[in-house]
């Protein structure tokens, strides 16, 4: 797929990962449509202003609005999720964005959907979490658009909310109780691999459809991550206590 295709929908345009790929996107010479709740908040970004920009006023919860968003573009970036504050039953919230996106996708002919999911074995117990990023994947292709998956691990970068929680911690506790996942392996990736990966699936028909992992090289304890950013920021080691009383 070349950027003549046609204009690129983006779902979650200005948040962490969404508010990086844009600039990406506009950069390799596509014409990029940012949607988002507020107009406002997307042309506030550096790039808000850029000629081949077209910011639209779209809620994924909002079925017209997310039709008329998706209108004459070549591909859709699915980059939202209702894990915020405020957010009550967020599997709920998810379920019915996915099922607006498919509505949509199929009443306007998309060619497809490149999704941002959670990596995790669909035959193991999953959180609440990744079991509703997965959950989202699936209806995504209920109407028949090709969808491209890309389960990712904990994404690491500066001003994502992984990265932040882990610096505060480090940087604000003199030592750390915590629960016992402490000790559960993860494998962090590098926003800029991330981003890498989502523009390379755009840009290569021959992803859609596919579901690729793209966790890091790396299998890393949350109590490993916690001791590699007290090295590299040149702090003093937290001691660690993993109590089996609280739970994750």
């Known amino acids: 797929m070349e950027p003549s295709s046609g204009p690129v929908l983006v779902l979650g345009s200005t948040g962490y990962v969404g508010g990086r790929l844009v600039p990406l996107l506009l950069e390799r010479g596509w014409r990029v449509r940012a949607a988002g709740r507020s107009l406002d908040k997307i042309r506030a970004r550096p790039w808000g202003r ?7 006023a779209a809620d994924a919860l909002d079925q017209d ?12 970036f699915y980059l939202v999720h209702s894990m915020r504050p405020g957010a009550r039953d967020f599997a709920a919230i998810d379920r019915r964005a996915a099922c607006n996106t498919t509505r949509a996708a199929r009443l306007t002919g998309l ?36 969808v491209t998956q890309l389960r990712a691990a904990m994404i690491l970068g500066s001003g994502s909310a992984s990265f932040e929680i882990l610096r505060y911690l480090c940087e604000r ?22 981003l890498h990966y989502l523009l390379g699936c755009l840009e ?45």
């Open 111 to 146: 060619p497809r959907i490149i999704y941002l999911s959670g990596l995790g074995d669909d035959q193991t117990a999953l959180s609440e979490h990744l079991r509703s990023r997965h959950e989202v994947g699936e209806l995504l292709g209920l109407g028949g658009t090709p």
């Open 204 to 248: 290569n028909e021959a992803t859609a459809g596919e579901t690729y992992e793209i966790g890091g090289p790396d299998q890393l304890t949350y109590r490993e991550l916690f001791r590699l950013y007290c090295q590299v920021a040149g702090l003093r080691q937290r001691p660690i206590l993993a109590l089996p009383v609280l739970t994750p």
């Open 50 to 56: 850029h000629p081949n920009l077209e910011p639209v």
């Open 65 to 76: 609005a997310l039709t008329r968003a998706m209108e004459g573009c070549c591909a859709a």
């Open 173 to 194: 506790l003199p030592f750390m109780l915590t629960p016992r996942w402490v000790d559960t392996k993860c494998q962090p990736v590098a926003v800029s691999n991330v």
